[in-house]
């Protein structure tokens, strides 16, 4: 509210003042004081925003009274209006030096007197706005500068707290390397306190190794005035242990843009390095065995590459695989292949050198990366210690079990000097050695590629081949030397391949026995021969003997009891009459249940020939633990009887075996007279061969047999 001052010692002038002034503003306050020392008690507790004085008053004159007001703590800037009846200058001055504002000359002019008044009210009223204005503003400048001081204390704190929970080391340097801050991580890490540490150098913390090395990187940050980028490093523990940390050095710069400082954080990766390191295993190792796999491999054959392109040396890429595992995995089951394909990684890293690289490929095969080749006699020096080593008896579970591998070797540079192509063509040459009967090594050659494509048709073909019946039997008779009738007639196997003819099993049946289709075709041999063999004794020719080749691949996959049981009963095939024609490897493999299933055939009627008889192991316990009834004698023995004195003496060694055993012999393969006359010399029971007669389809046979059973030009 608005306050108006009056001052004056005569009664009429302040009654017409008073007056006056109550016009200037609406509801504005008019005091009135007679005394300037009571005006000047009252106004110093008030709050004037006008004053008007007589100049003559007892006491003290009008100057005297604005001077002391002036002095009032709130009188400085208060209009002050001094009415004078002197012309003199002398009065004025002295009212203008103590601080009047402005004059009126009494008697007053009251129109004046409002005017004056009025301007210079307005006057106080906006310098009192403005200088309320200033003041809250700087009542307000004052609290933000407050509140602002109080967050940044607040924040500094805080922040410090947070970065003494950052899971990392953090800490800053000065240009000299000691630290001027370390947080609490760093603190706990090294063992040693903040307190020790500010001052210092990474010394006293981590050694002066790790201090020397942090000082120089600070100074590289300090003169280049920028980030390094985040290595990794290696610091030890308070209690000794190396952890790997991820580090990144930064400047701090003042208000002025100067580094004056370098922020170091280190983050503990130790366990990421080591997940990383886990995942880096898995992914360039077989979990089974442990050895490199596929990519490892490819990455050491990458690294020998680069080597080799520049030094000129060589090195030998193995392929291997095991022969027929799926079989003995099917057998065994999956656990005990398993721990066989264990054991096989085992023997195969004894086998190479350190330099070398064994990997596994998958499933049962392996690859070596024979290094830093001399000659490639090296590498048939490793490959045969391979096979040796697979061929050495594998004790799983109590059993005893063989195995045998095929390896593909290609050189380099000499077979390829990409990656994908060294290893397609010791894939090749693997295959080769595999189609070749396994437990082998080859080389690769460049017309490798050319039989293996054809060896991979072959397969589509068989395929075929057995879902279109494209098989048909030869019969080959079997003539007793003593009488010269025919006794028997082994069933051997023909493929009407189309576009190609009549193909012989030689050609076909390694593929077959490799993939498992020898399985379904032997099925199909034993019904086909036993349905013939029906329909011939339906006729009334006399009955003979019919003998079947049996695959080893066959006792592996399948129960051969059943089969037999099964073809027998299905075409009626008097079991007596049925030979089975076996390989040495069938008994030697897997002895105890062969022995079972041939002693519950036996028990039929069905009688045995050992085939091939001179070429394999020729063991003298297979002779006396099998149902042995017939020895067939190679035909390679039979071949060179007359020129070769050591084939006859095997002849002769064989017939004898048979007989002091009790078991017939039969010679194969016999082509010539002389060769007949000989065996029939040596004692020999029976024979088989072009001279008495090729294989015959079932027709011709059937013709063969019709004429009665002497061969004519024998008798
Ligand atoms: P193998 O059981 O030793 O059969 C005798 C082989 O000698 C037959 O060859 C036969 O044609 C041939 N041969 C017969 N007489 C003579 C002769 O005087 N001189 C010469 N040089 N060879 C003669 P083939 O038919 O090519 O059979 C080869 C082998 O294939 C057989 O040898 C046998 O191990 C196997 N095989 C044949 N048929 C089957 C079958 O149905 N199943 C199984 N698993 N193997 C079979
Ligand atoms: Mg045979
Ligand atoms: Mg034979």
């Not at 890490?189 to 050694?207: K, Y």
């Not at 030397?481 to 009549?502: D, F, K, S």
Request: net charge negative; glycine share 6%.
């Amino acid at each position: 509210m608005t306050l108006i001052a009056i001052l004056d010692d005569r009664v009429t002038n302040r009654n017409i003042f008073s007056r006056l002034a109550g016009t200037l503003e609406d509801g504005a306050e008019v005091r009135t004081f007679g005394d300037p020392r009571e005006a000047l008690e009252n106004l110093a507790r008030a709050d004037p925003d006008l004053v008007i004085t007589d100049f003559k008053m007892p006491h003290m004159d009008g100057a005297e009274f604005t001077r002391r007001f002036r002095d009032l703590p709130n009188g400085a800037d208060v209009p002050v209006i001094v009415i004078t009846v002197y012309e003199d200058r002398g009065f004025r001055l002295r009212a203008l030096e103590a601080g009047a504002t402005d004059f009126l000359q009494s008697p007053v002019d009251h129109q004046e007197f409002i005017t004056r008044a009025r301007n210079l009210l307005k006057l106080s009223k906006q310098q009192r706005l403005i200088k309320s204005r200033a003041l809250s503003l700087e009542h307000e400048l004052a609290v933000s500068e407050h509140s602002r001081q109080a967050l940044l204390r607040d924040s500094r704190e805080r922040l410090a707290q947070v970065i003494d929970t950052i899971p990392a080391m953090i800490s800053a340097t000065d240009e000299a390397g000691a630290y001027i801050f370390v947080n609490a991580y760093q603190a706990h890490f090294s063992g040693v306190d903040p307190e020790q540490c500010v001052g210092s150098d990474a010394a006293a913390a981590f050694g002066p190794a790790y201090a020397a090395r942090s000082r120089a990187l600070d100074r590289l940050v300090f003169e280049g005035g920028e980030a390094l980028p985040a290595y990794e490093e290696e610091i030890i523990d308070r209690a000794g242990m190396p952890r790997v940390f991820l580090t990144t050095k930064s400047p701090l710069r003042d208000a002025g843009n100067q580094v004056v400082s370098v922020l170091t954080s280190a983050i503990d990766i130790t366990e990421r390095k080591h997940a990383e390191s886990r995942l880096r295993h898995i992914a360039h190792h077989d979990q089974l065995t442990q050895l490199p796999n596929r990519l490892l491999l490819q990455q050491r054959l990458q690294r020998e590459l680069a080597r080799n392109r520049r030094g000129g040396r060589q090195f030998a890429l193995h392929f291997i695989d095991l022969d027929r595992f799926k079989d003995i995995n099917d057998a065994l089951g999956h656990q005990l292949g398993d721990q066989l394909l264990h054991a096989v990684a085992g023997r195969l890293r004894h086998a190479v050198r350190e330099s070398d690289t064994v990997a596994r490929l998958g499933g049962d095969e392996f690859a070596i990366l024979q290094a830093d080749l001399r000659e490639a006699e090296d590498a048939s020096a490793l490959a045969r210690q391979v096979i040796e080593a697979l061929s050495q008896p594998f004790g799983i579970e109590g059993q005893t079990l063989t195995l045998s591998a095929s390896v593909g070797i290609t050189l380099y540079p000499a077979d390829g000097n990409a990656l994908d192509e060294l290893l397609r063509n010791a894939d090749l040459a693997m295959y080769r050695a595999k189609a070749d009967g396994g437990a082998a090594f080859r080389f690769y050659c460049a017309d490798m590629n050319q039989s293996v494509r054809e060896a991979i048709r072959l397969d589509a073909d068989l395929r075929q081949g057995i879902a279109q019946d494209q098989f048909v039997l030869h019969f080959q008779p079997q003539v007793n030397v003593e009488t010269g009738r025919i006794v028997g007639m082994e069933a051997l196997l023909r493929w009407q391949r189309p576009g190609i003819g009549l193909v012989k099993p030689g050609e076909f049946l390694p593929i077959a026995e490799e993939t498992g289709l020898i399985v379904p075709i032997n099925a199909w041999v034993l019904r086909e021969a036993c349905r013939q063999g029906r329909a011939w004794r339906d006729r009334g020719l006399m009955p003979l003997r019919l003998a079947i080749n049996l695959s080893p691949v066959q006792f592996r996959r399948q129960n051969v009891f059943d089969l037999v049981l099964e073809v027998l009963q299905e075409t009626g095939f008097d079991a007596n009459f049925l030979e089975l024609e076996l390989t040495e490897t069938i008994l030697m493999e897997n002895a105890e249940t062969s022995v079972r299933t041939l002693r519950a055939l036996q028990e039929l009627g069905v009688t045995f020939a050992i085939d091939d008889f001179g070429t394999g192991y020729s063991s003298l316990s297979y002779v006396k633990n099998f149902p042995v009834d017939r020895l067939k004698i190679d035909q390679s023995f039979v071949r060179n009887l007359k020129t070769d004195p050591s084939d006859t003496a095997i002849v002769r060694a064989i017939i004898n075996l048979g007989h002091s055993l009790g078991i017939e012999v039969v010679a194969e393969g016999v082509e010539t007279r002389e060769q007949f006359t000989q065996l029939a010399a040596e004692g020999c029971d029976e024979v088989q061969g072009y001279l008495f007669g090729p294989p015959l389809i079932a027709a011709d046979f059937e013709a063969l047999i019709g004429k009665g059973h002497t061969l004519p030009y024998l008798a």
